[in-house]
């Protein structure tokens, strides 16, 4: 199966600042998905990113406080701006592979906000 | 909408034993998929299992299978000869097969098992 990476795999940040995690697949995918998730808690998606269009975003989550860029099939970004403590969370990254429906993780992003 | 809903936020286990995860899910659809994955300490989500609903025999991994019952909406996970690298949170997600690749996993709120030596 594909192989997803994330940098950075953690980072401390100061409130106000914006911080950019990097998700690059091995493989070409079709979707790329995001997802927020608070220690010992479920998962929750941010936003679906498809290429060359804009990314939809779930209830709660919009475009100026989470930015999203797909420029191509391997490889998407997502901004976190403006940062504030309750930002502080893992950010994971998801694939589908085109074949099938399931979907595949990186090791996500551990993310304090000071 | 559709709800996945693990009723045991933990479990235990011994090691050699074995162990069931309840799942169940509400949906008026008839065609979809269930998945258990498993996010160890490390963070990284894992895919244990993937069951398609409109296949009636229940999916299979080597020491994980699956108790798959569509009328009663129940997808239960069960680990033989438990080890202790399977200590991790369990979640079970469902997705739509209608609308494509676009379509959302759905999780729930998962399941903590520690296995005991």
């Known amino acids: 199966s594909a192989v997803i990476s994330q940098k950075p795999s953690r980072d401390i940040c100061q409130r106000g600042t914006s911080l950019t995690i990097q998700c690059q697949v091995d493989?070409?995918?079709?979707?790329m998905f995001w997802y927020r998730q608070q220690p010992g808690q479920s998962l929750t998606l941010i936003a679906t990113?498809?290429?060359?269009?804009?990314?939809?975003?779930e209830s709660g989550f919009v475009i100026d406080k989470f930015p999203i860029s797909r420029p191509n099939l391997t490889f998407s970004t997502l901004t976190v701006s403006n940062m504030s403590p309750e930002d502080s969370s893992i950010y994971l990254c998801?694939?589908?592979?085109?074949?099938?429906?399931?979907?595949?993780f990186g090791p996500g992003t551990r993310l304090t906000v000071l | 909408a559709q709800t996945v809903t693990q009723s045991q936020p933990e479990m235990s286990v011994q090691e050699a034993e074995t162990v069931t995860l309840s799942c169940t899910y509400d949906?008026?659809?008839?065609?979809?998929?269930l998945f258990w994955y498993k996010q160890p300490p490390s963070r990284q989500m894992i895919l244990v299992i993937r069951?398609?609903?409109?296949?009636?025999q229940n999916a299979t991994e080597n020491r994980f299978s699956v108790n798959f019952q569509k009328a009663a909406k129940s997808f239960s996970l069960k680990i033989s000869d438990s080890q202790l690298g399977d200590a991790a949170m369990y979640f079970c997600?469902?997705?739509?097969?209608?609308?494509?690749?676009?379509?959302?996993?759905?999780f729930g709120t998962g399941t903590l098992l520690a296995v005991q030596p």
């Open positions: 998801s694939g589908d592979r085109p074949e099938g429906y399931e979907q595949f």
């Open positions: 949906t008026s659809e008839s065609d979809y998929y």
């Open positions: 069951q398609e609903a409109y296949k009636q």
């Open positions: 990113a498809n290429q060359g269009s804009e990314a939809t975003y």
């Open positions: 997600a469902y997705r739509s097969v209608y609308g494509g690749a676009t379509n959302k996993l759905i």
């Open positions: 493989s070409q995918v079709t979707m």
